[in-house]
């Protein structure tokens, strides 16, 4: 079977030759579903366990569906970075852009049953769950059409019924509770798992260690799946960490280190996993990934790491053009389709922008709502108690 | 005064505090002033500015003194409040934590019992909820069981209270939580002149402070007399400070409602209401007699506050003034406070749960007038 790292040369010279071909061949191939296999760029590397193989069984359909999944997502955080800058988003914005093939490779190995939870840097898990364009600028920009109807705000998406839980705020949080959600699904008999998504700064937090101990007590279907972007805000991974194998910071538990960039590769790995946990409970996965953006964007990402460091990731590894490679390798598309899909994306991205740019903002009402589920009639007050007071239904 | 001819001398030499530079720059900014500083003499000064130097003094003077934090050491600061610090003083002194709380405030707090004077930097106090059992089983009890043998000269510092923006997880007040438990210090520093002498009295202090900053505050400038520039400078632990006086009606404020508090007394003064504005400056100790002290002289109280109100500092403030000065109190007291809701990212409903310079002129008039308040329902 062909390598994946393909020959871009020798594709566009067939191309030349087999314009009828092509063209036929490109129009199906989002229909698609003939098992193609396809090598990761690189092998897995096991931690008490044998990995997977690096032979992906994938088909021509999802591999476009990876490329433009990937390319909506791209433009979402880019258009989030200008919202940012004018002032239409407000507060912390963390962008996932270079990580896409995490978000998009996870979704393809498992069901809407099985569960997510991450961090702050949620957009893109969000969307890859079902969430859509429109609710997610909308939340943004904090209008009522937002998917947490404006009161969340960028590191508070949830999509509970495609089982996403969130979008934390405090590093670390997540990992007990989707090691908890984990318990759940084993305690109602669910036969689906969970995935908890933390990056490698909250690797060192305490409190993960304390819910693997336990999950791994109880055998729990959980997946704890570090993002190791390398940098925890400012710090590099190697300032905060006495062993940055984090793949094997589970010590007991089995770890399986994964090219992050190779969407692919995290499809394989999420497989493998799922089945793997709900057999013998928890399992650590390390996705080798990369943020273009700094922490937030109130951090310029550049003063802890050079320029040259993020242009060569770009060039070397980026996700989105992996993908390209693999489809004009196997000449699943032109380039011309390829580059007709990321317009469209584009306009997608537009068109859900100044939508949601147009809607209101929360009505004031809103305000004391969902404090509880049931508030027992029980009185909340506003800002002066004898101005503005309610009772929580 | 002396502090400042001998700084002066100083000005020459190469390595130059943080502070002699910033002297500098005020100096050669075009003052008008005479050189020979007044204590009326008026320059700028920002928070930051007087956090950082303070910070640099007290590592200067004490080499027990260091910092540790995320991002206080390479990155100069998550605010940029130990900018240079890292530099001038070294890792050994200025550390760049990993993101763990609760580790890493516990390694402060053993620091500390064993005679070291920690700084710990929380990069906000909604984080330091991963390490509250270190600042109140390890940190703030720990002298009274030892029976005085272990004591915990250590400094827990960060930006507390809302932001602009930044959601329930990242906007709560927690000076009533930590006022709350004997053995803590809590300060709550407003202008440049706070965050200055009650950060060099919180480090210098035998005892636990928590030092609740606010990041909006961080860039706001103040005028701050000549004294405040001397490496001495220091604040106490404990006492308000009158920002306004007044007659009609006291309001009591701590941190950016400080600021709010003054805006509302200018409104007020307007309407021939003369409100007298209370700086608390420390919440724990509470300044019991310079609240009653003013609340006997106006008859009137609102506390202003941005945390929620159930159990707030406002309520511990009210019941302090029923306590000792009831027959004084011509109208019920009034309490500001922030919504009793998680924090809202939407920013018309962040502008509700936040008090408002309006809410506290609303609050001073019906303390004035008895008028009947419209509750109205939402």
Same mark, same amino acid.
């Given at each position: 079977m062909a390598a994946a790292a393909a020959v871009v040369a020798r594709s566009s010279s067939l191309s030349k030759l087999r314009p009828i071909l092509r063209s036929f061949a490109s129009s199906a191939a989002s229909d698609d579903n003939r098992i193609l296999t396809i090598e990761t760029f690189v092998p897995f590397t096991g931690h008490l366990i044998d990995p997977p193989s690096r032979a992906v069984d994938t088909t021509p359909a999802e591999i476009l569906s990876f490329f433009r999944d990937m390319a909506r997502m791209r433009?979402?955080?880019?258009?989030?970075?200008?919202?940012?800058?004018?002032?239409?988003?407000?507060?912390?914005?963390?962008?996932?852009?270079?990580?896409?093939?995490?978000a998009v490779g996870m979704e393809a190995?498992?069901?809407k049953r099985d569960a997510i939870i991450t961090s702050y840097r949620d957009h893109c898990t969000f969307l890859s769950r079902g969430g859509t364009l429109l609710e997610a600028f909308a939340e943004l920009m904090g209008r009522r059409d937002g998917c947490s109807r404006g009161k969340g705000g960028s590191m508070h998406f949830y999509k509970k019924d495609a089982s996403f839980y969130g979008g934390h705020g405090i590093?670390?949080?997540?990992?007990?509770?989707?090691?908890?959600?984990?318990?759940?699904?084993?305690?109602?008999?669910?036969?689906?798992?969970?995935?908890?998504?933390?990056?490698?700064g909250a690797a060192n937090?305490?409190?993960?260690?304390?819910?693997?101990?336990?999950?791994?007590?109880?055998?729990?279907?959980?997946?704890?799946?570090?993002?190791?972007n390398h940098y925890g805000m400012g710090t590099a991974e190697w300032r905060a960490a006495k062993s940055p194998s984090y793949y094997k910071r589970g010590d007991f538990v089995p770890g399986l280190k994964v090219d992050g960039m190779d969407a692919l590769a995290v499809k394989q790995a999420c497989k493998f996993v799922k089945e793997y946990a709900l057999a013998n409970g928890p399992i650590i996965l390390e996705m080798d990934t990369y943020r273009y953006h700094g922490h937030s964007m109130s951090d310029p990402g550049s003063t802890y790491r050079t320029r040259d460091e993020i242009s060569g990731i770009r060039q070397e590894r980026d996700s989105i053009e992996r993908i390209r490679r693999v489809i004009l390798s196997h000449e699943l598309a032109s380039i011309s389709e390829l580059k007709d899909i990321e317009k469209e994306v584009r306009k997608e991205v537009e068109e859900a922008v100044s939508q949601a740019k147009k809607c209101s903002m929360p009505d004031q009402s809103v305000l004391f709502k969902d404090v509880f589920v049931k508030g027992y009639g029980a009185e909340t007050f506003g800002s002066d108690r004898k101005a503005l007071s309610a009772a929580l239904p | 005064m002396l502090g400042i001819a001998r700084r002066k001398v100083g000005l020459g030499v190469f390595s130059a505090t943080i502070l002699e530079q910033a002297l500098q720059r005020a100096l050669t900014a075009g003052s008008?002033?005479?050189?020979?500083?007044? +204590?009326?003499?008026? @320059?700028?000064?920002?928070?930051?500015?007087?956090?950082? +130097?303070?910070?640099? @003094?007290e590592m200067s003077a004490d080499p027990k003194v260091f910092l540790m934090g995320e991002e206080v050491g390479e990155y100069q600061g998550a605010y940029k409040i130990s900018k240079g610090l890292l530099e001038k003083y070294g890792p050994d002194r200025v550390l760049d934590t990993p993101i763990t709380e609760a580790g890493f405030a516990g390694i402060g707090v053993g620091a500390a019992y064993y005679g070291l004077r920690p700084v710990v930097e929380f990069m906000t106090f909604n984080f330091s909820m991963q390490a509250i059992d270190h600042l109140i089983n390890s940190a703030a009890k720990s002298n009274y069981m030892s029976a005085g043998q272990i004591s915990v000269p250590i400094v827990f510092r960060g930006p507390n209270g809302a932001a602009a923006g930044v959601g329930a997880q990242h906007s709560q007040c927690f000076a009533?939580?930590?006022?709350?438990?004997p053995g803590l210090k809590v300060l709550t520093p407003y202008s440049a002149e706070d965050a200055r002498g009650l950060l060099k009295a919180a480090i210098r202090d035998p005892d636990p402070v928590v030092f609740l900053e606010n990041e909006l505050l961080y860039g706001e400038s103040f005028p701050v007399s000549a004294e405040v520039f001397d490496s001495s400078f220091c604040l106490p632990i404990g006492k308000a400070k009158i920002e306004r006086e007044g007659k009609h009606v006291t309001i009591t404020a701590y941190s950016k409602m400080v600021g709010y508090a003054l805006q509302a007394a200018e409104i007020l003064s307007k309407e021939g209401i003369s409100a007298e504005v209370i700086n608390l400056r420390s919440i724990r100790p509470l300044d019991r007699d310079a609240i009653n002290a003013s609340v006997r002289k106006t008859n009137r109280l609102v506390t202003v506050e941005e945390g929620f109100p159930q159990h707030g500092v406002g309520a511990e403030i009210c019941m302090s003034v029923i306590e000792e000065s009831f027959e004084y109190l011509d109208a019920p007291v009034e309490r500001i406070a922030g919504a009793d809701v998680p924090m809202p990212y939407a920013a018309n409903l962040e502008r509700m749960a936040v008090p408002q310079v309006d809410d506290i002129v609303r609050a001073a008039k019906r303390a004035c007038y008895r008028s009947v308040p419209m509750a109205a329902a939402a």
């Open positions: 433009r979402m955080e880019i258009a989030a970075d200008s919202l940012y800058k004018s002032k239409l988003i407000r507060g912390f914005c963390h962008l996932y852009d270079g990580q896409e093939a995490v190995a498992i069901t590093v670390g949080a997540q990992v007990p509770l989707g090691c908890g959600l984990a318990f759940a699904q084993k305690y109602s008999k669910d036969a689906s798992v969970t995935f908890a998504l933390y990056g490698d937090q305490g409190q993960l260690f304390e819910a693997l101990n336990m999950s791994a007590l109880l055998d729990l279907p959980v997946i704890l799946v570090c993002e190791n | 008008v002033l005479p050189k020979k500083y007044s +204590t009326t003499a008026k @320059e700028q000064m920002t928070v930051r500015e007087a956090l950082n +130097t303070a910070l640099d @003094e009533a939580w930590y006022a709350h438990v």
